[in-house]
């Protein structure tokens, strides 16, 4: 199956700073690489996706690039805020893209520093 | 959020004992899918559908089933729940083939 890899597993950095998140896969043939992000005690959610025709996206402070060669993809968040504090997971589909849906990774706990 | 509900939200039940969570979308989405999420272990697939009738197993299957009557319901049982499926269980859903999935508000199941 598809191998997903996070690093880091935490990430704790001054508000106002920049944070980065990687993700790497297994798949080649992946062609879709979403970001979701989960506030504490509440459900995962999509912040954030790139398609692999693409090699950058960017929504106001967040952005997610995407290396194919190397088979792995970013989140980046600049001018981090408290509310930027939570667990971030990427999710690449699984090897086959197939109806089992997306692998999510084990997940970053990114904490925003005052 | 994506019009999708979970019952019950919180259940503490006892070693042994059959439970079923439900799981309901507005959205007509095709796929739907049953995760836990346990801490250190990220999100992992339980059982999987893809249409009515039609489902299949995912990484952590033992000691699971599920049914899809109706394109609305994905239920989950437990038919002896045991201590080591403790969890917060999350249903979510998709209308497109291996993308985006909205999550539930999940459910927290306590096994004593």
């Known amino acids: 199956g598809e191998n997903v890899e996070q690093h880091p597993s935490t990430l704790s950095v001054q508000e106002g700073d920049s944070a980065v998140i990687k993700c790497t896969y297994s798949d080649s043939a992946s062609n879709y690489f979403p970001w979701y992000k989960q506030e504490l005690g509440k459900r995962p959610q999509l912040i954030i996706d790139?398609?692999?025709?693409?090699g950058e996206k960017k929504d106001q402070r967040i952005a997610v690039t995407l290396n194919k060669t190397a088979k792995h993809f970013s989140l980046h968040i600049t001018e981090t805020q408290p509310e930027d504090s939570a667990v971030y997971f990427c999710?690449?589909?699984?090897?086959?893209?197939?109806?089992?849906?997306?692998?999510f990774g084990k997940g970053t706990h990114l904490i925003i520093q005052p | 959020d994506a019009g999708i509900t979970q019952s019950p939200r919180h259940k503490v039940t006892e070693t042994g004992t059959p439970v079923t969570l439900r799981c309901h979308q507005t959205?007509?989405?095709?796929?739907m899918y049953w995760y836990r999420q346990d801490p250190g272990h990220g999100l992992r697939l339980i059982h999987y559908s893809y249409g009515v009738k039609d489902t299949d197993k995912g990484e952590v299957s033992d000691g699971y089933s599920v049914s899809r009557s109706k394109t609305e319901d994905f239920l989950l049982t437990l038919e002896s729940a045991t201590s080591s499926q403790t969890s917060v269980y999350f249903c979510?859903?998709?209308?497109?083939?291996?993308?985006?999935?909205?999550f539930g508000p999940g459910t927290r199941l306590t096994v004593t």
């Open positions: 959205e007509n989405h095709r796929y």
């Open positions: 790139i398609r692999s025709n693409v």
């Open positions: 999710a690449p589909p699984k090897e086959g893209g197939g109806a089992d849906g997306l692998t």
């Open positions: 979510a859903i998709s209308g497109t083939l291996a993308g985006v999935q909205y």
